[in-house]
């Protein structure tokens, strides 16, 4: 079902499958922000990746010594939320653990994802609750996709990413076949001004996966020099996506709590890499925010 929520600048759709934001709508010239989910390119708009961020090694993860078959990104994106609270400019949806859940992922959580409006700006934030007597063991992440171009231009070639004013950043690159992290491998991404161009091949070699907290706001900017949105965040990483090859007009930006295994991982569930660790009765609280220009 969808939802909608507005104030004075924006509107925003929401499916409540996957409690997902399809639309952000800006009143004064109708401008569209998000992508419009095109399978041609990718069928999603923005979703949430929850118990797991990225693609797990050889598609599964082992806990207490049996092994459970996992697609990329969880399943939460393809569940249907409930909804929670609404009010003109905020909504809450939630999703709890049933017997479907526990069959793939064997811990009882509730997960609560809000939506707030304020001005121009979106701020998302996400609730896990271990109402169980296991520890809990989860990633969650966003996968938002902004248009870019943004003015109807053939391709985003000339626009810019913003990191404010960093000289360089770090990224580590990715096996394509399968999604994994090459974390023996450190990528420099020159900067000018804090900005990287982008041209037709920026997005064909891998996704580009940040980590260690090296900034907290990303932009996106048109060759003319209007900055249309940026994604504020706190996350340990984030990842910079489009589609590789297809030249796709979007540009993902995604705050990560987890990312995708290292094609050397070998343990198990507790083991891997930015696991959030969810103690009986705790609640774990993350988001990000998303200013439209």
Known sequence: MEYFIENDNLIVKINSLGAEVKSVLKKDGCKEYMWYGDSKFWGRTSPVLFPFVGSLKNKQYSFEGV??????????????????????????????????????????????????????????????????????YFSIGAHPAFLCPIHGEKDKAGYKLCFGDKKEMIHHGNTRDTGLA?????????????????????????????????????????????????????????????????????????????????????????????????????TFNGGYKMIFY
């Open 67 to 136: 092994d459970y078959p996992m697609g990329q990104h969880g399943f939460a994106r393809d569940m249907e939320f409930e909804l929670s609270e609404r009010t003109a400019d905020s909504i809450t949806f939630k999703l709890n653990s049933d017997s479907d859940t526990l069959k793939k992922y064997p811990f009882n959580f509730v997960l609560k994802i809000s939506y707030i409006l304020n001005k121009n700006e979106l701020t998302v934030n996400w609730t896990v609750e271990n109402p169980d007597g296991l520890t809990i």
């Open 182 to 282: 090459l974390m023996d491998e450190n990528i420099s991404l020159p900067l000018a001004s804090g900005k990287a161009t982008i041209t037709t091949d920026f997005f064909d070699r891998c996704t580009y996966m940040f980590e260690g907290n090296q900034t907290n706001i990303v932009g996106i900017e048109d060759p003319d020099g209007y900055r249309f949105v940026d994604v504020c965040f706190d996350t340990p990483l984030f990842a910079i996506w489009s589609p590789e090859e297809k030249n796709a007009p979007f540009i993902c930006i995604e705050p990560w709590y987890g990312r995708c295994d290292s094609t050397t991982f070998e343990g198990d569930l507790t083991a891997r890499d930015y696991t959030n660790i969810l103690e009986p009765s705790q």
